[in-house]
């Protein structure tokens, strides 16, 4: 990654959050700006909208922030800054998120197929009562 540094609306372009819900992650401490500008702004690196994208992800799958709070601090410790012993335990307790998110996503499937399935009864019901209408009108 560069030294690119970007304003929050930069980052809200990027991302397609918006500027409130990137202070919001900033304040609960899940992605906070990497620095500062002279005048205050915050300044996010590529590395923090990756970290933005990721939460972005996990919020449809009803992760709660502490979750993702939890899960960002695994991947960062094991990405970097882990000791050898805590290896195991961290791609465990990851591992047991990746079952979660598949679990979710089923149920996500499940309930998409029932809301398909529903959308198609009320444009069925929707084409008979325009055929029965036209039929009426026609018999006039």
Do not use: N
């Not at 915050?42 to 939460?55: I, Q």
């Not at 290896?87 to 197929?113: F, H, K, P, S, W």
Request: charged share 35%; hydrophobic share 35%.
């Amino acid at each position: 990654m560069t030294d690119r540094h970007m304003q929050i609306g930069e980052v809200a372009e990027q991302t397609g959050l918006s500027l409130r819900t990137i202070r919001y992650y900033g304040e609960v401490g899940l992605v906070t700006p990497s620095t500062r500008s002279p005048g205050g702004f915050r300044l996010y690196t590529p590395a923090d909208v990756e970290r933005l994208l990721l939460v972005k992800r996990m919020k449809p799958l009803d992760f709660s922030l502490e979750e993702m709070g939890d899960l960002l601090d695994i991947l960062d410790r094991l990405t970097g800054s882990a000791a050898p012993a805590e290896m195991d335990e961290l791609q465990e307790r990851l591992e047991m998120y990746e079952e979660a998110a598949e679990a979710r996503c089923t149920a996500l499937r499940e309930q998409l197929a029932t809301a398909e399935d529903f959308a198609a009864r009320l444009r069925r019901a929707s084409r008979e009562a325009q055929r029965r209408e036209r039929k009426e009108k026609s018999e006039k």
